[in-house]
């Protein structure tokens, strides 16, 4: 196993005759797998031969007759084809394990599921994925074996999942009919057919209908996904509140909407909650504080509205707010600074307002590399690795981000809202994050040249705001950068077109009326005011804080006022001089305006 052996199966291997287990997988292997080669292996237990190079035909009756078989794989061998339905055959052994993925199965016999795993009553793990299977799903496939792990998933499967025909109920605890064709809504009874049910995912099908009130009676239900079907109408109440094993709930790209989550919600284990691209309104349902482990809430494209709440902000394990494309408003809670672990914050296309908060800087994982940990569920025998599924948008494109590259992905996109205000120069400490958008809202003030600082930066989007002054020559220094614009505001001068940004067209610079310099058109000249850049510390001068300012007030008329007064208290020679001053000036200012009476009775009023 995992040895990088080459070429084919050794013909001294079938005088073996008490070898139980065979083990090739992950190898290089190529060539036909010799039909006679197992006829004196009479005693062997397991056959595992996949992740190879085999091809040609075999057919599955070449094991027939090795009745001590209890384990057989083939699986991911791309130009391997494997026929079960021909010729006739009639098995000897009860197989545990079976596992023939992606390897081009009963391509001569319709694609069809096959027959013989009818009859294997012992059979624990199943996997029949991506061979383009079609038909419908047997009952017996579900119902007849003592199954624990059946997987489907990447098939051509049509109907619905089927009744039991002996009012059995299925043993399976890992079931995976995603990325097929099934279209009927769920059987109504669903939690009374897959009580035992652990791992249940349907996603990417064309499932009509409503989720079942009875999936709430599957109580040890931990990873749910429905994503990616046509599924309507509001969340069953059951399933929040009974299934409170739940670790990964998935309703993405649906019909569904009413409340996410009710308020007496008890999800107590929940650390993935994904319900984008539905249309769900209210708020954000309180009942997450029952959840402290979450650490991904994808929210996206929904009718959601009123604010933030501070509280969600408490949940320290957050790593992911996905709320774009809703109707959320207010300030942008400067809680939120607290979550030391985000790595993804997208609140774009809603209507916040105020300003951008100046304490992003304390989030540690957009300052320093930190991988997001994504924690293994352990499913009785079986263990899920969660690749959790999250869009966001950078460089101008929607991407999905899973498995590693999500958890090495960090971003924040605050675009299309009606924030106002400065960019805060703290903005440039977050030296790990790789798209920044805040385009489309109110910003004014100048460019930060703190953005030196962000060179792991692979978008940054400033268009389409009130920003003034010069285009920062450090930014030319941002090797990193695919995609940039400052498209549509009132910048000015001579664009810095060097280094790095010789990469980026006129589009990334049209709608400043006083740019001027390559790649645009407009010439440099005298005519085009030309403001320097400003002293950024200004932003952070002592005087600007209103408090300092009116103390430096206070205290400079009080030491203004008592530097002259007390002088004259301690001094008595000053004392008598300045009150002769005094008096001297107050007895000249009555003379003059005695004269100055007299002249107007005598002028004005003869």
């Known amino acids: 196993m995992n040895n990088s052996i080459e070429g084919g199966i050794h013909s001294c291997m079938e005088g073996m005759h008490n070898l139980r287990m065979l083990d090739l997988s992950y190898n290089h ?135 039991s025909t002996h009012n059995t109920t299925s043993s399976v605890r890992f079931l995976d009919i995603s990325e097929n064709n099934l279209s009927e809504p769920l059987p109504t009874n669903i939690g009374t057919l897959f009580p035992q049910l652990n791992y249940f995912n349907l996603s990417k099908n064309i499932l009509q209908g409503r989720i079942p009130s009875s999936m709430g009676e599957i109580r040890h239900l931990q990873v749910l996904d429905l994503s990616s079907n046509n599924l309507l109408g509001e969340m069953p109440h059951q399933l929040s509140k009974n299934c409170t094993q739940l670790v990964y709930l998935n309703v993405s790209s ?74 959320f408003r207010g300030h942008i809670p400067i809680q939120l600074c607290q979550l030391s672990n985000l790595h993804t914050l997208d609140l774009s296309n809603n209507y ?37 599924s999250t869009s966001f948008t950078t460089k101008g494109f929607t991407y999905s981000y899973e498995g590693l590259p999500f958890s090495l992905m960090t971003g924040i996109d605050l675009s299309r809202n009606q924030l106002e205000g400065d960019i805060p120069f703290q903005i440039g400490d977050l030296g790990e994050l790789l798209s920044l958008n805040f385009s489309n809202n109110l910003l004014t003030g100048y460019l930060p040249q703190s953005f030196q600082n962000l060179k792991s930066l692979e978008s940054l989007d400033l268009s389409h705001n009130m920003l003034v002054g010069r285009i920062p020559y450090e930014l030319s220094q941002l090797d990193s950068l695919g995609a940039f614009s400052v498209a549509y505001n009132n910048l000015s001068g001579k664009i810095p077109f060097e280094n790095h940004l010789t990469t980026f067209g006129k589009d990334s610079y049209e709608g400043n009326q006083d740019l001027c310099g390559p790649p645009l058109e407009r010439n440099c000249s005298l005519e085009i005011p030309s403001q320097p850049p400003r002293d950024e510390g200004k932003k952070s001068r ?65």
């Open 542 to 606: 002592v005087l600007d804080n209103p408090v300092i300012f009116y103390s430096f007030v206070v205290m400079s008329y009080a030491l203004g006022f008592w530097g002259v007064i007390g002088f004259l208290i301690l001094n008595k020679n000053w004392r008598h001089k300045y009150f002769r001053a005094m008096d001297a000036y107050i007895d000249r200012s009555t003379e003059k305006l005695l004269e100055f009476s007299r002249y107007l009775k005598n002028c004005c009023f003869k």
């Open 352 to 388: 916040f307002s105020g300003n951008i908060p100046s304490c992003l800087n304390s989030i540690s994982s957009w300052k320093k590399a930190d991988q997001i940990q994504i924690s293994d569920i352990f499913l009785t025998r079986t263990v899920f690795h969660p690749r959790p």
């Open 254 to 327: 649906n019909r569904l909407q009413g409340d996410i989550l009710p308020i007496d919600a008890n999800l107590t284990r929940l650390q993935y909650l994904l319900v984008s691209n539905n249309n769900f309104t209210g708020i954000i349902p309180s009942s997450l504080l029952n959840s402290p482990d979450l650490m991904i809430l994808d929210m996206q494209k929904n009718t959601l509205s009123d604010t933030i709440p501070s509280w969600l902000f408490s949940l320290p394990k957050l790593v992911s707010i996905l709320l774009g494309h809703n109707f």
């Open 29 to 163: 292997l190529t060539g036909k797998i010799p039909s006679f080669f197992f006829n004196n292996l009479t005693m062997i237990e397991y056959i595992y031969l996949s992740n190879n190079q085999f091809m040609g035909m075999v057919s599955f009756s070449i094991f027939a007759n090795l009745s001590q078989l209890l384990g057989v794989d083939l699986s991911n061998n791309v130009q391997l084809e494997v026929e079960t339905q021909h010729p006739h055959w009639v098995p000897t052994f009860q197989l545990q394990r079976l596992s023939l993925e992606n390897c081009n199965l009963n391509q001569l016999s319709s694609r069809t599921i096959p027959s013989f795993i009818s009859t294997q009553l012992n059979l624990l793990q199943l996997n029949l994925g991506h061979n383009s299977l079609k038909g419908t799903i047997p009952s017996w496939l579900l119902y007849n074996t003592s199954g624990e792990t059946v997987l489907l998933s990447g098939n051509l499967l049509e109907g619905s999942i089927p009744q």
